[in-house]
């Protein structure tokens, strides 16, 4: 697809400096970037490459000021990272929205309802009373069960499982393997030693703008709702378990398991590897270093780190005490020989 300089200007909110009808076909970084791509500079220790870019245009800052003559035309922006993250999210609904259509072989059930311009992979299954939104994206391979709601312009990927009576909201993504509302981990010790399944009855929701990797679960809940508020952004290989609760714009890195019924609060960092013990809350604005294992409750604005996780300031200082232990154990043992030798 091209795209002239003039319309990615006005898309983005900047001043041309170069010819409107100049074409553009794909976006690339500044080192890499080729005729007929577009790029961008932001930081300004890279500035030496842009008199050395074979891009037809670059995104600038517009208080940059050059001081060699250059080959390629410039849009000038207030913020250049934003604007050209702004136009790599523009570039990818793009390609994310371009298919239409109803693939064969496919199963729709007839009580299924769906809104326009939608398309649904070949294989894929959609259950009975599903309602579909406009725009909806449903890739090849992908399961939807009964009762199952999706909002306006939101992206399953192939191999994407939503269960019964789970409701995603608009404009979410759910990437390739993703799992929504498998069955939580709930299980009743029984006398001889072995244990009862306790059915799970309950349901997963993803309200608007919530991002879900791939191959992530989110387990439904015993009776109520597993919840995942707006604006959550989910990494790879998460574990979400049975009534837990995330809040607003919270984001979580891969291999991070959540127990079941955990509350987290809204705009927490939790990292990569994290282990949350179950029934906890996670008080909003919490960050929690990666590998941490969390074990209590914590505070608003709260950083922690470490297993147990502790005040991320506190282990820092331990930390250092503890890479000296075998310096002070050295110590210890020879005022313990100079003691004997008395």
Known sequence: MNFTLEQIAHLIGGKLDGSKETKVNTISSIEDAKEGSITFLSNPKYEPLIYETQASA???DEKLFLN????TALIRVADSYAAFTALLEAYDRLLSFNKTGIEEPSFINKTATHGSDIYVGAFSYIGSNVKIGDQVK????AYIGDDVTIGHQTIIHPGVRIYAKS????HCTLQAGAVVGSDGFGYAPLEDGSYKKIPQLGNVVLEDHVDVGANTVIDCATFNTTLIKKGVKLDNL???GHN???GENTVIAAQTGIAGSVKIGENCKIGGQVGIAGHLKIAAKTQIQAQSGVSKNTKVAQTIYGTPAIDFNNYLRSYTVYKKLPKVMKQIEKIEEKLLNL
């Open 244 to 246: 837990t609760l995330i």
């Open 58 to 60: 670059v995104i600038v």
């Open 167 to 170: 409701v995603i909201g608009s």
């Open 138 to 141: 449903i890739y090849p391979n």
């Open 68 to 71: 060699k003559k250059i080959n």
């Open 238 to 240: 998460i574990q979400i």
